[in-house]
């Protein structure tokens, strides 16, 4: 368990060296906000597109895994709709905070699945992606839109992580080679992601939102933290996945929810510091619940 807590360490300094960049030096909240943009609107739509076109899916020996992970994430999704059916959970918290007990977060995802193993790692974990965060947005963005009222399938259709997710798809599986100067100008732009989103997530660091409703809260990081996490260890068992395929799926689950959900939900009229106090939260959460998952994977 201590050594899968070490994977996560380099990626957990940088989101402090983003909390403190933004609350004590010059580059402030304004920045990030910009940086926040960046990241979600060009940075990490490329790194999708970069990392699932050049990802090696071999369907004969991944349909369970993808199989696996529309499972985790369905459950996720299920289990928030219920919720919705409690009427003194029902309203503009729910709705804004149902997104980050299904959604997961990319940015670690990726670091992570590259320090478990490097290569094959990261191209499961890709396929994850591509299956999964077209779904996660959708659901995200659904139950947001219904709740404000808007067109539910245009904001989901402009969705730059959906457009990303799909690009890349389509790109791998119609054989798409970049040519070599698009190809190491994307892979430069997609590169700079990862620092920057972790850095991002540290900068939005928030918990006092979750004054608001600490049970709902509770209930919606249970869901992210603890269900799921089991949800992927026997969902890996049923469906009889190699070893290590099982371990990305273990990890998969455990991951912290995406630090998009604070732009999401302040973007689409939601209540944007009750998002931010459960990114923070789930964010400090993930750093037990991944390695405490894995350890728990590896003595069944």
Request: net charge positive; charged share 10%; aromatic share 8%.
């Amino acid at each position: 368990m201590f050594a899968d807590a070490l994977l996560l360490l380099p990626d957990f300094l940088l989101i402090v060296l983003g909390f403190v960049l933004c609350r004590w030096t010059a580059l402030d909240r304004n920045v990030w906000a910009s940086t926040e943009r960046l990241v979600y609107w060009l940075l990490f739509p490329v790194l999708l597109f970069v990392s699932i076109v050049k990802s090696p899916l071999n369907p004969s020996t991944t349909t369970a895994l993808a199989l696996g992970g529309v499972g985790v994430v369905g459950l996720g999704f299920m289990l928030t709709v219920l919720l919705g059916r409690v009427p003194r959970l029902a309203g503009k918290q729910l709705a804004s905070g149902a997104q980050t007990a299904f959604r997961f977060n990319s940015y670690v995802a990726l670091a992570l699945a590259e320090r478990l193993g490097g290569a094959h790692y990261i191209a499961w974990m890709a396929l994850l992606l591509a299956v999964c965060v077209p779904l996660c947005n959708a659901g995200a963005v659904w139950t947001l839109a219904r709740h404000g009222g808007q067109n539910v399938w245009h904001e989901v259709l402009r969705n730059p992580l959906i457009i990303g997710t799909l690009s890349g798809l389509a790109g791998n599986l119609l054989g798409l080679h970049l040519p070599a100067a698009l190809d190491t100008s994307l892979s430069r732009v997609s590169s700079a992601a990862l620092p920057l989103g972790l850095m991002a997530v540290g900068a939005g660091l928030q918990l006092g939102g979750l004054r608001q409703a600490p049970w709902l809260a509770s209930l919606l990081l249970g869901i992210r933290h603890a269900v799921l996490p089991v949800a992927g260890i026997a969902i890996g068992l049923l469906l009889g996945l190699p070893k290590d395929q099982a371990r990305t799926l273990v990890a998969f689950a455990a991951l912290p929810t995406a630090s998009s959900a604070f732009v999401l939900a302040s973007r689409m009229g939601g209540d944007a510091p009750y998002v931010a106090g459960l990114v923070t939260a789930s964010t400090l959460l993930g750093m037990l619940s991944i390695p405490l998952a894995l350890a728990v994977f590896s003595l069944v």
